[in-house]
């Protein structure tokens, strides 16, 4: 009995160690030091003040974009993104009054996408300093569920981008010129053209698209396949 306890205890006191280390380091985590801003505060750094270093917003992440002080300093072309978090901006191209805010309402799939792919390029550029307390970011700065909203949605963008080019590779594209003095026109090397719906492109744009994709004569009989206006049948060209 004696013997068994003293063989046993040396690897229990490892195996207890070490669960009590990773926990820790897994709740130490959370509370690791990280900056915290407030609005007012970030609006400091926006460009004015030259002793200051520069900060850009984007989805609640704060960036140092000192480096790139000819975008983002005082008279630069992007200087409105500077000391705030325009997230909307960054695909409305609005950098007037409303027009810059961090709210993403009523924005599509794809253009919410648009704005995490931001995020991701400021993260590759510059350094990360720290987080916007607010819409993003609550006072402990973890993530808000509108961030984790957001980025359901981008992911969402994402996988129904993959499926409609991947429908849409099974059916060929016209292809298209278009001149000033000739106007447009599109054709097939293969099959003849037709107009058809994008299915995806509602959830993904929020708006009705077409495009033009080359049937061969057997398939003309599928049901959606619109004739251009203007063109035969079995037209291989026709203008738009
Ligand atoms: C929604 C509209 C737009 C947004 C949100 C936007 C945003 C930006 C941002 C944030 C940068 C700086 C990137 C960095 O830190 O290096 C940038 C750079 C640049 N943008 Fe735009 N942009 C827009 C439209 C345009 C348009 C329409 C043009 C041209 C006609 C343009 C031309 C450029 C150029 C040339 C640069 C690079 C400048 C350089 O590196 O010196 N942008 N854009
Ligand atoms: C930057 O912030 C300062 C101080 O808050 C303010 O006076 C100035 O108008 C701001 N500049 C811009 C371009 O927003
Ligand atoms: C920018 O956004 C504001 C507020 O939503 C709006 O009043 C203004 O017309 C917009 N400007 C442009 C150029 O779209």
């Known amino acids: 009995m004696a013997a ?12 207890v ?4 280390v990773s926990l820790l380091a897994f709740y130490y985590k959370p509370l690791s030091k990280q900056r915290l801003f407030t609005v007012e505060e970030l609006a400091l750094y926006n460009g004015t003040d030259q002793s200051l270093p520069i900060f850009l917003g984007i989805l609640g992440s704060v960036f140092d974009v000192t480096k790139g002080k000819s ?7 992007y200087n409105h993104f500077s000391g705030r978090d325009a997230s909307r901006a960054f695909v409305s191209g609005n950098f007037t009054g409303d027009g810059l805010t961090d709210s993403l309402s009523g924005l599509s799939s794809q253009q919410v996408k648009s704005i995490v792919e ?6 590759r550029t510059y350094i990360f300093v720290g987080k916007l307390v607010g819409r993003y970011y609550d006072p402990k700065g973890n993530p808000t569920k509108y961030l984790k909203g957001v980025e359901a949605k981008a992911a969402r963008g994402a996988q129904l981008l993959k499926k409609q ?3 849409e590779a099974k059916q060929p594209s016209c292809n298209s010129r278009w001149s000033q003095d000739e106007g447009g026109e599109v054709w ?6 037709r107009l058809v719906q994008r ?12 495009r033009c994709a080359c ?22 060209t026709c203008p738009v």
């Open 4 to 15: 068994k306890t003293i063989a046993t205890s040396p690897f229990v006191g490892i195996a």
């Open 17 to 20: 160690f070490v669960t009590f």
């Open 71 to 77: 975008h983002y300093g005082e008279g630069g072309g």
């Open 118 to 123: 931001w995020r991701d390029f400021y993260f």
């Open 165 to 167: 080019e991947i429908e």
């Open 188 to 193: 097939c090397d293969v099959g003849v053209p």
């Open 199 to 210: 299915p995806l492109e509602i959830g993904l744009t929020g708006k009705m698209s077409k």
């Open 215 to 236: 049937f061969k004569e057997d398939q003309l009989s599928q049901p959606g396949l619109e004739v251009y206006k203007g063109c035969d049948y079995l037209a291989k």
